[in-house]
């Protein structure tokens, strides 16, 4: 079965600060998906990562994928308010039924 | 385009009603899901369908029942809904893999309250 953790679950950050969401995965996987959410509002497809070493950019976000460590990485750089949002990595179990794993999703505050 | 649509966006219930959640999409996708999103936990798969007249079971598929007669149309049906059943229920649409632009395509949900 696979199983998707991420962390940190709750983050807080500074105006213009970087920090970094990690998403471990448990079996193997090269299809990877970040998700935002706003409050009270659907999932929008921020990155689709489909190979071992698949790096996105958009803005002050930036998405890698490292499949032999079933490691995905979601940098914030210079983080401003309007990235205040809970994101969600997601993993497809592989097969043509493209089912996805979510992981809980890191509620992330930026501060001014 | 529309997307994806959900119909009704907020429902209350009393435990043992039943009702039906719509979905429907304009996107001619063939594949089709039906997730629950509970605090803390996620999204999880209730059933999806890969095509018209097709459906399966996801990660938590008890105590609901899904129907796909038409490409665009995919319904979550609660036969007798419980107070585990209050939730967010969000609907997504998408290609195949290896087919479009690849990702789910999410619908703006329904609230259900169970009492």
């Known amino acids: 079965e696979l199983k998707v953790e991420q962390n940190p679950l709750f983050l807080s950050m500074q105006e213009g600060k970087n920090y970094t969401i990690y998403c471990n995965y448990s079996?193997?996987?090269?299809?990877l998906y970040w998700y935002r959410q706003d409050p009270g509002k659907s999932l929008e497809s921020l990155f689709v990562?489909?190979?071992?070493?698949a790096v996105k950019q958009e803005g002050r976000l930036m998405a890698s994928l490292d499949t032999k460590a079933r490691l995905s990485t979601l940098h914030i750089t210079a983080a401003v308010h309007d990235l205040s949002a809970t994101y969600f990595c997601?993993?497809?179990?592989?097969?043509?039924?493209?089912?996805?794993?979510f992981g809980k999703g890191t509620l992330l505050t930026v501060n001014p | 385009n529309a997307g994806v649509t959900q119909t009704p966006k907020f429902r209350v219930l009393k435990t043992g009603q039943s009702m039906t959640l719509l979905c429907a999409q304009d996107m001619n996708h063939e594949y089709m899901y039906w997730y629950r999103q509970d605090p803390g936990m996620g999204l999880r798969l209730i059933h999806y369908?890969?095509?018209?007249?097709?459906?399966a079971k996801g990660e938590v598929p008890d105590g609901y029942n899904v129907s796909r007669l038409k490409k665009q149309n995919f319904l979550l049906g609660l036969e007798s809904a419980a107070p585990s059943q209050t939730s967010v229920y969000f609907c997504?649409?998408?290609?195949?893999?290896?087919?479009?632009?690849?990702?789910?395509?999410f619908g703006p949900g329904t609230r259900l309250l169970v009492l």
């Open positions: 997504a649409s998408s290609t195949p893999p290896g087919r479009g632009r690849e990702t789910q395509y």
């Open positions: 997601a993993v497809d179990s592989g097969g043509s039924n493209y089912k996805l794993t």
């Open positions: 079996t193997t996987s090269d299809r």
């Open positions: 990562l489909l190979s071992n070493g």
């Open positions: 369908s890969v095509g018209e007249g097709t459906t």
